[in-house]
């Protein structure tokens, strides 16, 4: 019995290609020289360049979805003169480093969430992924 990689060689080599050939290709979105790869694929390789805008672009658009299902629309936008904001967020501001948890403790309605939104969408912006647990209000 055949195995599966040696069928797709048999039916490539049948088509005039020969995998173990290489070629050198241009980037197919780019035309950018994207390196040498075996003859029958080169219709669909893009230079590293593209390849890392692909995925920082799509890593921008997954954590746009994941903020806009995450964060309630009411602290997405957060007046950073608002006297409460101002009062709590330099104590949370000091605690620059994103990957230190944080726990916000106090009244409701002293701008914890704002601050923690805030906080998060900073965090976001620098690279890092973020969740949280416990309620969401106040
Ligand atoms: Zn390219």
């Known amino acids: ?3 599966i990689a040696s069928s797709i060689t048999e039916t490539l080599k049948r088509e005039g290609i020969d995998i173990d050939k290489q070629i050198e290709v ?4 780019c035309g950018e020289p994207a390196g ?3 003859q029958g694929f080169q219709h669909s390789i893009h230079c ?3 390849v890392d805008k ?10 746009k979805a994941w903020w806009t299902k995450f964060c309630p629309a009411l602290y997405r936008e957060t007046d950073l003169n608002h006297p ?3 009062r709590i967020y330099p104590m949370v501001k ?3 480093d994103y990957r230190q948890n944080l726990i916000f403790c106090g009244s409701s309605g002293t701008c914890k969430t704002r601050a923690m939104m805030h906080r998060m969408k900073l965090a976001l912006i620098a690279g890092r992924s973020g969740r949280s647990m416990g309620r969401r209000s106040g």
């Not at 241009?26 to 979105?29: N, P, R």
């Not at 692909?54 to 954590?63: L, Q």
């Open 94 to 96: 000091r605690y620059d």
């Open 36 to 38: 040498s790869v075996a």
């Open 54 to 63: 692909y995925e920082h672009d799509r890593r921008i658009e997954d954590t």
């Open 26 to 29: 241009d980037c197919v979105k």
């Open 1 to 3: 019995m055949k195995s």
């Open 84 to 86: 409460d904001f101002k």
């Open 48 to 50: 590293q360049k593209c």
